[in-house]
């Protein structure tokens, strides 16, 4: 099936410093998610959004969602230990439609 | 806030035989469940939709006999991988969503081992 493309693949950072991942879709959505997930578990919605241009925060956690609806953000202030995980974007057409995700972002923190 | 419970979280079986997943809607009413199977190190792939009281939806190239979907209640759906093979090995996730929702809350995922 379809999938975003996520970027980047992976990130190395050190704790502290800030993150910023993107995700984008050759088509637009009118709903798009972003998901933590650690090893071995399911996928925990971090934030949602559900207009263009639309910009919210969870924490120390903020996304936004594109203007051109094909496009959505995620920064992490001041990273921690354990924002370690796999970060994917997901996205809906509609409000009935199966999700598309993203190929995912790995975050490792080192101290 | 919405919880889904997926049982077993780790089942080894051998060739040839089914495992069946559960997946149930703690605190809402499912209408819509999601069966996911993610590999080590990619992302989630979408195997099937069912709604409640119908039969399953599933993406192309997913074998429906061999994936069996069960959505008998609005709590309760069910996955059941039959004749599995070593090939069969991954981890399947499920989510659900309520008509009233436009998030989709996932289950803790079953790890399935087949040897």
């Known amino acids: 099936g379809q999938q975003l493309n996520q970027s980047p693949q992976s990130m190395f950072i050190q704790e502290g410093e800030d993150v910023s991942m993107n995700c984008t879709s050759s088509?637009?959505?009118?709903?798009w998610l972003w998901y933590k997930q650690d090893p071995g578990e399911g996928p925990v919605l971090l934030i949602a959004l559900y207009k263009a241009g639309e910009l919210t925060s969870n924490g120390r956690l903020t996304a936004q969602f594109g203007i051109t609806r094909k496009d959505s953000f995620l920064n992490i202030s001041a990273s921690i230990p354990s924002d370690v995980g796999i970060y994917f974007c997901?996205?809906?057409?509609?409000?009935?439609?199966?999700?598309?995700f993203g190929t995912g972002t790995r975050l490792q923190v080192t101290l | 806030g919405a919880v889904v419970s997926q049982h077993p979280s780790r089942v080894i079986c051998k060739s040839g035989t089914s495992v069946k997943i559960e997946c149930r809607s703690l605190?809402?009413?499912?209408?819509?469940m999601f069966w996911y199977r993610q590999f080590p190190k990619q992302s989630l792939m979408l195997m099937a939709t069912?709604?409640?009281?119908?039969?399953?939806?599933?993406e192309q190239g997913v074998e429906k006999d061999k994936f069996l979907i069960n959505h008998a209640s609005l709590t309760l759906s069910t996955l059941t991988v039959t004749s599995a093979h070593p090939e069969d090995s991954s981890f399947y996730i499920c989510?659900?969503?309520?008509?009233?929702?436009?998030?989709?809350?996932f289950g803790s995922g079953t790890r399935l081992t087949v040897v």
């Open positions: 989510s659900a969503r309520s008509g009233q929702m436009y998030g989709y809350t």
């Open positions: 069912s709604n409640e009281g119908s039969k399953a939806t599933y």
């Open positions: 605190d809402f009413q499912a209408t819509t």
């Open positions: 088509s637009i959505f009118n709903t």
């Open positions: 997901a996205g809906h057409p509609g409000t009935a439609s199966k999700l598309t």
